[in-house]
């Protein structure tokens, strides 16, 4: 029978039945995800965001991690990313 079922579907009754969330909040909740799932309309855009980062003596996980993942999103020219070194003594610049 999951063969047969699109991904879209699949993911949908998984999050509805399954979801380790659900065991927690209780199935109350369950026609608040129906109408969100039905009723809410995704944005038709695209909206800028801006990440602010405030850092001391972390710049190396920061130059090889997070700024390599930011660059690897699909829409990276939406990410303004501010970056706020609280005199940091691991890197010169």
């Known amino acids: 029978m999951k063969r047969w079922l699109p991904i879209a ?3 949908w009754l998984w999050q509805v ?3 380790p969330q659900r065991k927690i909040v209780g199935w109350h909740t369950l026609w608040t995800d129906f109408k969100a799932a039905v009723f ?6 695209l909206q800028p965001i ?3 980062i405030g850092i001391k003596d972390r710049n190396m996980p920061l130059l090889h991690h997070v700024i390599p993942s930011l ?9 303004t990313l501010s970056i ?8 010169q610049n």
């Open 71 to 79: 660059n690897n999103c699909n829409h990276p020219e939406l990410i």
């Open 9 to 11: 579907l699949k993911q």
């Open 17 to 19: 039945f399954k979801t």
């Open 84 to 91: 706020e070194d609280a005199g940091s003594t691991d890197l």
């Open 40 to 45: 809410l309309k995704q944005p038709s855009s």
């Open 50 to 52: 801006t990440i602010c």
